[in-house]
């Protein structure tokens, strides 16, 4: 029977292409959470801008007014933060992408490897049969002669 050489390599590919698929997943996920988290600060922003309006057409306080404002500041420190994060996240997961390209192209190529091993299988297995039916053809043919 053949045997496959290819398909321990093959099955390390495909495992690979999994694992990174998942990580892609992952990544995905903690990028949708934290522009999640970003909306939700800019959000928490908008209210502390439309509260500093409000304060601005009553009576300004002052110390309110700078402790929104600060409030409003570290929250978009942290948004720069969260942005920053979520671009290197793309990045890491543009990078798996391309390495899962990668193998993929790998991965195809060994499987024209395996069918063009196969054909030379199949072509060695059928001239061995030949000759093994020309061997009994011969031994028959001898058998035949010795006879008469």
């Known amino acids: 029977?053949?045997?496959?050489?290819?398909?321990?390599?093959?099955?390390?590919?495909?495992?690979?292409?999994?694992?990174?698929?998942?990580?892609?997943?992952n990544i995905e996920a903690i990028i949708r959470e934290k522009i999640e988290y970003r909306k939700n600060l800019e959000y928490e922003n908008s209210i502390r801008k439309r509260k500093i309006d409000e304060?601005?057409?009553?009576?300004?306080?002052?110390?309110?007014?700078?402790?929104i404002q600060e409030n409003i500041d570290r929250v978009y420190d942290?948004?720069?933060?969260?942005?920053?994060?979520?671009?290197?996240?793309?990045?890491?997961?543009?990078?798996?992408?391309?390495?899962?390209?990668?193998?993929?192209?790998?991965?195809?190529?060994?499987e024209k490897l395996k069918e063009k091993e196969y054909e030379h299988y199949t072509k060695e297995e059928a001239k061995k049969e030949m000759r093994f039916l020309d061997e009994i053809a011969s031994i028959k043919a001898a058998n035949n002669r010795a006879n008469n």
């Open 55 to 67: 304060i601005l057409k009553k009576e300004p306080d002052r110390e309110t007014l700078l402790f």
């Open 1 to 25: 029977m053949f045997v496959f050489k290819f398909e321990k390599i093959l099955k390390i590919k495909e495992d690979l292409i999994k694992k990174y698929m998942l990580e892609i997943a």
């Open 78 to 110: 942290e948004i720069k933060y969260v942005n920053g994060v979520v671009d290197k996240l793309k990045e890491e997961k543009a990078k798996i992408l391309e390495i899962v390209k990668s193998l993929n192209i790998e991965k195809k190529k060994l």
